[in-house]
């Protein structure tokens, strides 16, 4: 018999299991984010972890597997939401003229804060550690306010007059006084109001 037609059958064979166990690692850390995204956002006091895990549909060891500590799932949940807020800004711009996708981009903005506000103990431990880098967290965010601004003034539907900083402190200022998710309809009243201030106004 021949040893090395059957070493290579079970390669085969083994090769799409193995890919099948990567595609089942990666849906359930997808889910643990996305669940953990979810907790955070809608809750006053940080879940624990087997909560998400069992909100997840998944076991703690699974958890554990692929976030080991607290802090490296809050590590994950913030680095995805900013990368959903940058790379946002230009998906928006895709789809909706600028004026639209800055009012859209907002609301991403409001849900960023609300989830940063359910995982702030961890979170800002976290920065005073300087295992996340806020600052650069703040440039990228910036950024991505700054790309809206420039196609919406070149489109004739933005002021020129009014800088990113201006709108990150005014969304800042909104989301304080009107925390999602339990004042809803309020930032949403707010929001509409300094759209309605940001709009060029035509002679």
Do not use: C
């Amino acid at each position: 018999m021949d040893d090395r037609s059957t070493t290579g059958a079970r390669s085969v064979s083994a090769e799409p299991d193995s890919r099948a166990a990567r595609a089942d690692a990666a849906r359930n850390r997808d889910q643990l984010l996305a669940v953990a995204t979810r907790l955070f956002a809608s809750g006053d006091t940080e879940p624990s972890l087997r909560a998400i895990a069992r909100e997840a549909g998944v076991g703690i060891a699974t958890l554990y597997r692929h976030f080991p500590t607290r802090e490296s799932l809050v590590d994950a949940v913030y680095r995805d939401q900013v990368a959903r807020l940058t790379t946002g800004a230009h998906d928006l711009l895709d789809r909706l003229p600028p004026a639209a996708a800055m009012r859209r981009w907002m609301d991403l903005f409001g849900d960023w804060i609300a989830t940063k506000n359910g995982m702030l103990d961890t979170l800002l431990a976290m920065i005073e550690a300087g295992e996340i880098a806020h600052a650069r967290t703040r440039t990228e965010l910036l950024a991505a306010i700054t790309a809206i601004l420039d196609a919406g003034r070149a489109a004739g539907e933005l002021r020129a007059d009014v800088g990113a900083e201006d709108i990150a402190a005014a969304l800042i200022g909104i989301f304080t006084v009107a925390p999602r998710p339990r004042h809803e309809a309020k930032a949403g009243r707010l929001l509409d109001l300094l759209m309605d201030g940001l709009r060029l106004t035509r002679p």
